[in-house]
Structure formats: structure tokens, C-alpha cells
């Protein structure tokens, strides 16, 4: 059965940032077992490091002196804001965490997280409402600054509550429509039911693995990779796979040749993007396993953006890398989208490599 409630689960909980805490809890008791160890370094992120499991020998017939180490960064953090000041009236202004369109921003719910707990609340810019604005005033593109929340409580009663550096996070469910499915954050906890699932897999095929396995759930990459760059200068893996969503532009509006990925058509090779350039090796090793197993993939080059795995390729000596990503619609919003197909055709590429390296 494939693990769906999973992921609806991570998509929900909170984490901008810096305060991916709430997601690594879920994720510690969600691998209980499948590690032989489980470590939380300086900057938050999570590493879980697995020994070879009496696997086959490598594809080439022969044992090395030492196991492959195999890196997978996911990256738990999501888009969104810290508070960075309350005004008389009790509204709260905020700094963004991640990169926001704010086009999207209009009239949304969100939560606010503080020590105290969450509290909903809702989320405009500042301005005349449509029915007191004139034609000029509803032309322009409020800049995130001019974003603010609503509590609905008294001035007094949201300065006893809240404090400069509590986060905001959109509030929406995550749901399945058709063969879909729709949430806030799936940009990246994608990535991170990719990270779990694939060595579950690993696990029920039986057939064990001669490589190191190494999951790290990663900090701060949405504000620069940061969290993958300390994990992997740590880890120094031999081969890092960044696991990641992309853009699925196969919507109208978007020509044929910008689309990146199409829904439906399998998970992504990711070639290039503004962060790394993949090894040309992998890229032909994942495509191989992917078509000897039947499992359907697309290559993708992204013109801007990065992704974790740039961290691993770029870290200490240096690694071979990859990502492996799925396409999302909608990108950095709360209807971010994505086709089960090619979540699951993900997660059966990453176990089947890590089968065989």
C-alpha cells in the first residue's frame, strides 16, 4: 500500500528555516529501525546512516576495499516568514524565509507559531480593499514587505502572545484529487517521503545493498542550501543524489518547450540547473536502471534554481551527483501539485540504484 497519509502528514506540520524541529521529530519516529544510526548536527538536519546489508557485488563484478557511500539530501524545510514586528493596532509584520511570488500571497490563512502554540490567523497587504480603490491602486504588485496578519485578537492580548522571530506558515490541507496530489510544502517533504519510502522499499525487496546508505534530512536550503553544505562536508559521500521536486509547466499559458516536466510522464533526471551540473556517468546509470526496470522517467534541465545535491557535489573533496526530482505544478504555493505516478516511480528508481551501487 503506498504510504500517501505520509506525506499529507509532513506537508502539514510546520517548518520555515531554521525551524524544521517539528518535521524532524516526525521523521525520527517514521524511520525507527531502518538506521543503524541517527545523528542531528549543529545546524538541525537529520543524519541516518545505514551499513551495507549483505547486498550483490557492484554492477562491474568486483568488491571495493571500501563501501560506496550513497548521500541522499531532502531537504525538511518549506517557504515562509518570520515575524519581525507587532504595531500598536496588533497586526504582525514579517521577513520572508524562501522565495515567495506575491501574486499568491493575497487573502491567505496561515499559522503562526509561537512558543505558546500555533494560532490561525490571515494574511493581506496593506491597502484599500476593491470597493474604496481606484482602477490605479488595484494595478499594482503589493512587494512581500507590505504583507501583514491578522489574528483577530486584541492589540494587548498578540504582543503577550507573540514575539519578534515566531514563523508564519501557510495553513492548507493537503489533499488527493484524481490521480494527484495538491498541498502547501510539497516543496520539500517530497524529498523527504522519498528519503523514508525508497529504503523502505530497499528493505522489503530483501535483497540488501553493498553500498553505505546515508538519508539526510537537511536545513535551510531554501535560503541557500545551507544545511546540505555542512551535512555533506560531514558525510562526504561518494556519490550524493539530491532529491527534490521541479517545475511541471505543463499548464496553460507555459509553450511546449518551457514546461520542464509533464504530469504523468515519470520522476526526473535532473541534468542541470543554476546550482550543479550532474554527472554525466549517473545520468546514464539512472537511465539504464530505469528503463531495464520499466520505471518511467523524463530528463529535465531547470534554468534557475538549486537543489541540495549541488551541496554533496561541491562538498570537501568532492562527489559524483545527481538529482532526482518530481514534477510539481504551481510551484511555491498552496496548491503545489504533483502525479502519484511519478512520486512512486521516484521512490522505485532510488531504491533499485541503491540495490546495485
Known amino acids: 500500500m503506498e504510504n500517501i ?123 484599500r480593499p476593491i470597493h474604496i480603490s481606484a482602477p490605479k491602486d488595484r494595478e499594482k504588485i503589493p512587494e512581500v514587505k507590505e504583507f501583514f496578519v491578522d489574528t483577530g485578537m486584541k492589540a494587548e492580548d498578540v504582543k503577550k502572545k507573540f514575539k519578534v522571530g515566531d514563523y508564519v506558515v501557510m495553513d492548507e490541507p493537503a489533499i488527493e484529487i484524481g490521480s494527484k496530489v495538491v498541498s502547501k510544502a510539497l516543496d520539500n517533504r517530497v524529498a523527504c517521503w522519498l528519503g523514508i519510502e525508497s529504503v523502505k522499499k530497499l528493505d522489503a525487496a530483501g535483497g540488501g545493498h553493498s553500498c553505505e546508505v546515508v538519508v539526510a534530512f537537511t536545513t535551510q536550503e531554501e535560503v541557500g542550501l545551507r544545511g546540505a553544505k555542512t551535512a555533506s562536508h560531514r558525510v562526504q559521500p561518494d556519490i550524493g543524489l539530491g532529491l527534490d521536486v ?59 534554481g538549486g537543489q541540495d545535491g549541488a551541496a554533496a557535489q561541491q562538498s570537501a573533496a568532492g562527489a559524483r551527483a545527481i538529482g532526482i526530482t518530481v514534477g510539481t505544478r504551481y510551484i511555491h504555493t498552496v496548491t503545489e501539485m504533483i502525479d502519484k505516478k511519478d512520486l512512486f516511480a521516484a521512490r522505485d528508481v532510488i531504491a533499485a540504484y541503491l540495490a546495485v551501487v
Not at 504523468?264 to 541534468?271: M, Q, S, V, W
Request: charged share 30%; proline share 4%; hydrophobic share 35%.
Open 246 to 304: 521541479t517545475l511541471a509547466c505543463d499548464t496553460p499559458g507555459v509553450p511546449d518547450e518551457e514546461t520542464v516536466t509533464k504530469h504523468g510522464l515519470g520522476f526526473g533526471l535532473h541534468i542541470k540547473d543554476s546550482s550543479f551540473i550532474a554527472d554525466h556517468r549517473l545520468v546514464n546509470e539512472f537511465e539504464a536502471l530505469a528503463k531495464k526496470h520499466k520505471i518511467p522517467y523524463q530528463r529535465t534541465i531547470l534554468a534557475a
Open 5 to 127: 497519509e505520509l506525506l499529507k502528514r509532513l506537508c502539514e506540520t510546520p517548518g520555515v528555516p531554521g525551524r524544521e524541529e517539528r518535521v524532524r521529530a516526525l521523521i525520527e519516529k517514521e524511520i525507527e529501525g531502518l538506521f543503524d544510526s541517527v545523528e542531528t548536527d549543529a545546524m538541525g538536519s537529520l543524519i541516518c546512516t545505514r551499513g551495507p546489508r549483505g547486498g550483490k557485488k557492484g554492477r562491474k563484478g568486483k568488491q571495493e576495499a571500501r563501501a560506496a557511500r550513497v548521500m541522499l539530501l531532502c531537504h525538511m524545510d518549506e517557504i515562509g516568514f518570520y515575524v519581525t514586528s507587532i504595531d500598536k493596532n496588533g497586526f504582525l509584520w514579517m521577513n520572508p524565509a524562501g522565495g515567495f511570488d506575491t501574486r499568491n500571497l493575497f487573502s491567505r490563512r496561515v499559522l503562526v507559531c509561537a512558543d505558546s502554540g500555533d494560532f490561525k490567523g490571515v494574511m493581506n497587504p496593506g491597502g
